[in-house]
C-alpha cells in the first residue's frame, strides 16, 4: 500500500487564489492509473485552504478562530476536494472522499477503527482521498489540520510500503536559491526558504516525513510536474528527488 499526498503548489496555482492547475492534476492522475498497488490520496490546500486560513490569521494551534473564516476554509477545501476526486472519476478510478473529521476526534486523536476502515476500503477498489482541513475541537476551538500531519497519522496505523509527497519542485533543497536538491534527507538540513505558509511550510513537512521514517515506511519527495518520477520512485528505479528511508 501506498499513500500520496498531492501537495498545495503542484494543484493549485500559489500565485493566483482559489485556481487549481488541472491539466497537472489530470496528468498525475492519469500516472497514478498505472500503479498496481492500493493507494491512499491526501491532498493539500494551496491557494484555497491556505489563502483564507492565512487571511482568517488561522493555524496549527488549537483556538478560538473566527466563524466566517472557519466555514470559508472548510468550504474552499469541500471545494478543492471535488475538483480532486472529479479527476479521479474522470480516469477511471473509484475515489472515496474520507474528510479528517471522520478518522480524528474532538480531542484531536485519531480513531483507529476509522484509519483501519480507510485501509479496507482501499483495499475493495476503492481509493480513499483526505484532504488537510480546519477541524473542530473541544471547548469551541478549532485547528488546521495539514495534510501532511495527516500522512504521518495514517501511515503510523496503516504502515503503507511508501509515503510519497508529491512537490512542484523536484525535491528537499539545502539551497533553495541555488535549487540544490537534497538527495537522502537523513543528515541534510533543508533551506527552510522552500516552503512557507500556515501549517508550518518545509520544515513541518519534514518532520512529518522523518515521523513516518522511524516507523520503517520509505519516505518520497517527488517533482509532480515529471509524473514519471513517481513511478520511478513506486517502481525503486533511481529518480530525481529525496529520499529517507
Ligand atoms: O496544505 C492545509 O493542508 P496542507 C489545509 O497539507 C488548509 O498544509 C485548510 C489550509
Redesign the pocket.
Known amino acids: 500500500m501506498i499513500i500520496i499526498?498531492l501537495?498545495?503548489s503542484i494543484i493549485t496555482n500559489k500565485q493566483k487564489s482559489l485556481t487549481v492547475k488541472l491539466n497537472r492534476i489530470n496528468k498525475i492522475v492519469e500516472k497514478l492509473k498505472t500503479v498496481k498497488e492500493e493507494i491512499i490520496i491526501?491532498?493539500?490546500?494551496?491557494s484555497?485552504?491556505?489563502y483564507?486560513?492565512l487571511k482568517y490569521n488561522?493555524h496549527t494551534k488549537p483556538m478560538k478562530y473566527n466563524s466566517h473564516g472557519i466555514s470559508i476554509?472548510?468550504n474552499?477545501?469541500v471545494e478543492l476536494n471535488k475538483i480532486i476526486l472529479n479527476a479521479f472519476f474522470k480516469t477511471g478510478f473509484n475515489p472515496y472522499v474520507f474528510p479528517a473529521s471522520n478518522f480524528i476526534n474532538v480531542h484531536g486523536i485519531p480513531i483507529i477503527e476509522k484509519i483501519l476502515e480507510m485501509k479496507e476500503i482501499s483495499k475493495s477498489g476503492l481509493v480513499p482521498i483526505s484532504?488537510?482541513?480546519?477541524l473542530w475541537r473541544y471547548k469551541r476551538r478549532s485547528y488546521?489540520?495539514?495534510?501532511?500531519?495527516?500522512m504521518t497519522i495514517l501511515s503510523k496505523i496503516i504502515k503503507p510500503r511508501l509515503a510519497i509527497f508529491i512537490l512542484n519542485e523536484d525535491g528537499i533543497y539545502s539551497n533553495f536559491a541555488k535549487k540544490k536538491l537534497i538527495y537522502k534527507l537523513n543528515n541534510e538540513k533543508p533551506d527552510i526558504k522552500m516552503i512557507n505558509?500556515?501549517?508550518?511550510g518545509i520544515e513541518?513537512k519534514c518532520n512529518e516525513a522523518k515521523q513516518i521514517q522511524t516507523l520503517n515506511v520509505k519516505v518520497f519527495f517527488v517533482n509532480g510536474n515529471k509524473p514519471n518520477r513517481i513511478i520511478d520512485a513506486i517502481n525503486n528505479v533511481r529518480f530525481v528527488g529525496t529520499l529517507l528511508e
Open positions: 499526498k501537495g498545495g491526501i491532498h493539500g490546500g494551496g484555497f485552504g491556505h483564507w486560513s488561522m476554509v472548510k474552499s477545501m484532504y488537510g482541513d480546519v488546521i489540520l495539514s495534510g501532511d500531519r495527516i505558509d500556515s501549517t508550518g513541518r
